[in-house]
């Protein structure tokens, strides 16, 4: 009989591309991981997966198994959250999926005190790309998702959740941060790195630049990465300047490394909504972490906060 940990072991791999990242995000040595997936392949007498150096591939096999283990995996933890229903308190698995930048700096504190009030849910976050993250609500996946970008699916629905502040940061000690302000056109005048095309930090730069007449195509771009806290570190290094979230930003600006500087006429927010598929209905632990989470809007926006802001973060003027 296949257990169910083999299956989060096989799918570990689809979704992370190679045994060994697979073993880091499951906590397991990388023999173990190898092991679990011998034994499958020893009980279906076929390979799921083709080696090609450290990266795998799924055979024909792996591709039929892929959904159907994402399928047994989600109702087990439909039905483990159905047997906790027979208890008074709300518990079992809850599964979020969310961008990095989000994943790392926004959703530890408000998980910390929805456990305060719900300590017998564990909630597992799990860090995808924005498409990742709306392809995993779509199949079952996650439960809920903390995306950049409303995606229109006629199963989704969102809600927004957090402004993120898109900073421009430059080494500490650029000749700017004497004046701790630019304008857009100075941007023109010096090395910028920039995040890949498909990140919503990007987008909104591109619609910023838009209303001052400039392009993306007009920046000294010396460097693109798709990493917002290795944009950070690459300012901090001297490579150039860049705009990335704030959150992302805050851990370098507090060691001194980069400094934040306004621009004239620009301010860059970029929206962070929590999506979840209505197709699905509502577990226990789901519909307690959708509630709570409207709360936690609902208590900001009366505090003509607008949106929950993370407490660790502070607020700038524009």
């Not at 959703?107 to 909630?123: C, H, T």
């Not at 990007?202 to 007449?213: F, G, I, K, S, Y």
Request: with cysteine; aromatic share 6%.
């Amino acid at each position: 009989m296949i257990g169910l940990q083999e299956l989060e072991v096989f799918l570990a791999i689809v979704e992370h591309g190679s045994f060994s990242e697979a073993a880091r995000y499951l906590h397991l040595s990388q023999p173990a991981v190898s092991q679990t997936i011998q034994t499958l392949e020893k009980r279906f007498q076929m390979n799921l997966f083709d080696r090609q150096g450290r990266a795998v591939r799924l055979t024909e096999a792996g591709q039929t198994l892929a959904p159907l283990a994402r399928e047994l995996l989600t109702s087990s933890r439909r039905l483990e959250e159905m047997m906790h229903t027979l208890h008074s308190e709300i518990g079992g698995r809850l599964v979020i999926g969310c961008s990095t930048a989000s994943g790392k700096y926004l959703l530890p504190g408000l998980i910390a005190r929805f456990r305060q009030r719900y300590p017998n849910v564990r909630i597992d976050v799990e860090i995808h790309s924005r498409e990742g993250v709306i392809s995993r609500l779509l199949e079952g996946g996650v439960g809920f998702g903390v995306s950049s970008k409303q995606i229109e699916h006629r199963d989704l629905v969102y809600q927004p959740f957090f402004s993120d502040e898109v900073s421009l940061i430059v080494p500490a000690g650029h000749p700017w941060t004497r004046h701790g302000r630019v304008t857009p056109d100075d941007l023109l005048d010096i090395p910028v790195i920039l995040r890949e095309e498909s990140s919503g930090t990007r987008e909104v730069l591109r619609q910023a630049l838009q209303e001052h007449d400039l392009t993306l195509d007009m920046l000294n771009v010396v460097m693109v990465l798709g990493n917002a806290e290795a944009i950070a570190m690459a300012v901090g290094e001297g490579i150039g300047a860049a705009f990335v979230s704030r959150l992302a930003a805050a851990p370098m600006i507090a060691l001194g490394r980069i400094t934040e500087v306004k621009v004239e006429g620009m301010r860059l927010c970029r929206e962070l909504f929590f999506a979840r598929n209505q197709r699905l209905p509502l577990t226990r632990s789901q519909s307690a972490f959708w509630e709570f989470m409207l709360a936690e809007v609902q208590w900001s926006s009366e505090e003509n906060r607008g949106m929950y802001r993370n407490p660790n973060v502070s607020s700038s003027s524009a």
